[in-house]
């Protein structure tokens, strides 16, 4: 809804497909390649539950693979990128997808693990596949963990089980190189946030994640966004004691400097993301919009004048189901990352309980997702944000059927 009372739809575009839980454009892929060098046609299609690229040109392109990654993230880029020498054309001159179809794929060499870490890591990555359902034996040193399988929440149980063992790795580190080969060389170490994107700009987009969270839940803005620093918190760096107040005040002072300041924060994100922009404007500084995503103020349960946090009674399992139903996959988390998502539900709730009400000079835009079971209802319920806020709110409504749903969430909008 916007500043009119309208509320703004955003439909299914019929060239959009779900891969690996991931909404994507296959427009936006083809007209990425159109652009690179000696590209003359271009289609993407799904064969096998595969994205697949075709390309003509003169004579194959060796690096197109590295040229179409610079505006294609690792998530949504095509399992394979295929030369042919002419398109298959229907009578009417445009390209025939069901003969693309038909033409045969060329397998990936496979690649083993060498050396200690590598076999690790294959192990790991393996090893949560197959708990998802997915049919794999063994993955190629060389091959995109995300052709393989490999979505945000599989990289969460992958990172949280390597951490256990004393490998600190990171989300971003799946993002940067998304080869077992490439993240074997890496020095990892926990940081409090990530730059998704940086190059010295006057702009930044902070960016608070969901409960139990990774910075490269945002790994997409890069793609988005130009001209800005695109910072991705991460929760875990910070002790479980730490609040709301506390962990807000450490990020506004990493961005009061900046000339320009957008803050996004998704589910319970949305509570770091009003306390850093309450804490900005009292000291001067104008956010230039609040954006906050699949979030809504609750009522919070009290006992003898506490809270109880629904979350925090669940058992292991009964929390994988129930993110298994808000995510719409087969959701298997264990360990660190369950009891850094029950950490951060608390501040959520704690944080919300206290605030009690507040005011923001800064426009505020919800997006919600239709099929969002968590935000069900949203349409009566968004208003619940205005005592947070005490300003006008602009709803923008997304297609999803999960609660998970930020890389879903059209580019323009973010």
């Known amino acids: 809804m916007g500043f009119d009372g309208q509320i703004y739809y955003l439909g299914r575009n019929d060239n959009q497909v779900k891969i690996r839980g ?27 539950k595969k994205l697949l690229l075709y390309y003509t040109a003169s004579e194959p392109i060796p690096d197109i693979r590295h040229a179409l ?24 001159g445009k390209i025939d997808k069901s003969a693309l179809k038909k033409l045969p794929v060329p397998p990936n060499d496979y690649v083993p693990p060498k050396t200690d870490m590598e076999v690790l890591l294959c192990n790991e990555i393996v090893k949560q596949l197959k708990s998802e359902g997915v049919k794999i034996d063994k993955i190629s040193i060389t091959e995109n963990i995300f052709d393989a399988g490999v979505d ?37 170490k926990l940081k409090p946030m990530e730059y998704l994107q940086y190059g010295g700009h006057n702009t930044v987009v902070l960016c608070f994640p969901y409960a139990g969270g990774h910075p490269h839940s945002f790994s997409l803005l890069t793609k988005g966004i130009s001209n800005a620093d695109v910072v991705g918190v991460n929760y875990d760096y910070f002790d479980r004691d730490t609040s709301v107040e506390e962990i807000s005040k450490f990020f506004v002072n990493l961005v009061k400097d900046y000339e320009n300041i957008q803050i996004v924060g998704v589910c319970i994100g949305s509570a770091f993301a009003l306390e850093t922009t309450y804490q900005l404007e009292a000291l001067g500084k104008k956010v230039e919009h609040l954006t906050l995503i699949g979030s809504l103020p609750m009522k919070f349960p009290k006992i003898f004048g506490y809270i109880i946090n629904p979350w925090q009674l669940l058992t292991p399992s009964m929390l994988n189901a129930a993110l298994s139903r808000l995510s719409g996959k087969k959701v298997v988390l264990s360990g660190k990352f369950i009891e850094q998502f029950k950490v951060d539900t608390q501040r959520f709730f704690s944080y919300m309980d206290r ?7 800064a426009p505020v835009r919800l997006i919600f997702a239709d099929g969002d079971k968590f935000t069900k209802g949203y ?35 973010l």
């Not at 007209?31 to 000696?38: P, Q, R, V, Y």
């Open 69 to 92: 990654s610079k505006n294609i993230p690792a998530n949504r880029m095509p399992s394979a990128i295929i030369y042919l020498d002419d398109m298959p054309l229907l009578p009417s």
């Open 22 to 48: 991931v909404r994507i454009d296959l427009s936006e892929i083809e007209s990425n390649a159109l652009k690179i060098d000696g590209v003359r046609q271009a289609k993407c299609i799904v064969s096998d």
């Open 379 to 413: 349409k009566k319920k968004y208003t619940r944000w205005n005592r947070y806020t005490g300003g006008s709110l602009q709803v923008i409504e997304c297609h999803s059927d999960s609660h998970f749903f930020v890389e879903e969430i059209p580019l323009n909008l």
């Open 152 to 188: 945000s929440l599989s990289i969460i149980s992958i990172v949280l089980n390597l951490n256990k063992i004393g490998i600190p790795v990171s989300f971003q580190d799946f993002y940067q190189s998304p080869t077992v080969r490439e993240l074997a060389t890496k020095n990892f």
């Open 355 to 361: 605030r009690k009400k507040g005011n923001i000079y």
